[in-house]
């Protein structure tokens, strides 16, 4: 069975810190590309930061400098560690993959609406993020 198990959701202050952590199992995590969505406001389910097999990350331009994203292939986890969190970033954060042919990261419409739609092979069902300033 395949599945992601994410955690580290949480309250946090404006300004702090949190790192979120997805546990895979069911398909090849070594060759998979796992990343990270959120949704803020409606109908816009956006790409956070995904990292690729061969270690290639990609940052949306609102979070470069202040989250960042690893791999350990060996626990078939994927982080997200996020800083300077800000109280506009409250959001469901999911982690995704990607593990066959190459999926669609261009995700149109709410999260809740791509996990059910064939953009990628497998999504999380998401750790809440909120702020407690």
């Known amino acids: 069975e395949v599945k992601l198990t994410e955690s580290g959701g949480g309250s946090v202050q404006a300004g702090g810190s949190l790192r979120l952590t997805c546990i895979a199992s069911?398909?090849?995590?070594?060759?998979?590309?796992p990343g990270w969505y959120r949704q803020i406001r409606e109908n816009e389910c956006e790409l956070v930061s995904m990292v690729n097999r061969d270690g290639t990350t990609y940052y949306a331009d609102s979070v470069k400098g202040r989250f960042t994203i690893s791999r350990d292939n060996d626990k078939a986890t994927v982080y997200l560690q996020m800083n300077s969190l800000g109280p506009d970033e409250t959001a469901v954060y999911y982690c995704?993959?990607?593990?066959?042919?190459?999926?669609?990261?261009?995700?149109?419409?709410?999260?809740?609406?791509?996990?059910?739609?064939?953009?990628?092979?497998?999504w999380g069902q998401g750790t809440l993020v909120t702020d407690s300033s």
């Open positions: 995704v993959e990607d593990y066959g042919v190459g999926g669609n990261w261009n995700v149109k419409g709410p999260c809740s609406d791509a996990r059910t739609q064939n953009y990628l092979d497998e």
């Open positions: 069911g398909f090849d995590f070594e060759a998979s590309d």
